[in-house]
């Protein structure tokens, strides 16, 4: 990311931290995944991984946004807050029962968030569905052919609850093989 984009992401939670409350898809299918290290990525204002530390996950909680992360560092002491260029940034391998991707999309770390969960872990990921053009947005299947290797619990699109986007993809999977 440039700094460019990190100065936007801090101007947006200046004004404007986000929802509170954890999204809707982690609520319903985070307990598939069996409790231990989660990873967060793009965390925002934290409120998922608020929700997960309360479920009894340690959380590496990760955001390029200094004003989001000094926002959530210190409100949990199971959360460990990291601010960090997502477009350099490394996902550790073999480290989590747990991967959350909301409303984020940097295709370049697919394969290693494949790679960052244990046999048995499981990735939530939802995120925007757009033109085949727009780099911050999926394509209509994309996010299922990007994670067949893993065993796919769940995946739809739909119509988006939010006002600037028509549509979302969320996908739920469990990483069956520790060869995938």
């Known amino acids: 990311m440039t700094d460019k984009d990190r100065e936007k992401w801090d101007s947006r939670y200046l004004k404007e931290m986000g929802a509170s409350e954890a999204s809707q ?6 307990g598939l995944a069996p409790c231990g290290n989660a990873l967060d990525i793009a965390c925002g204002n934290g409120r998922n991984s ?18 989001a992360t000094a926002h959530l560092k210190g409100k949990d002491p199971k959360i460990n807050v990291m601010r960090r260029d997502m477009d350099t940034w490394i996902i550790p391998q073999n480290r989590y029962e747990l991967v959350v991707n909301i409303r984020f999309l940097d295709r370049r770390l697919f394969p290693m968030i494949k790679e960052g969960l244990r046999t048995g872990g499981v990735l939530i990921f939802e995120s925007f569905i757009g033109g085949k053009k727009d780099k911050y947005r999926l394509r209509q299947n994309e996010l299922i052919h990007a994670f067949q290797p893993l065993r796919i619990v769940y995946y739809e699109e739909k119509e988006s609850d939010h006002d600037r986007f028509d549509q979302t993809a969320s996908l739920v999977a469990v990483k069956t093989d520790p060869a995938v």
Do not use: E, P, R
């Open 25 to 30: 898809i982690l609520k319903a299918f985070f």
């Open 50 to 67: 608020l929700f997960l530390a309360s479920k009894g996950f340690t959380v590496d909680a990760v955001d390029v946004s200094k004003v």
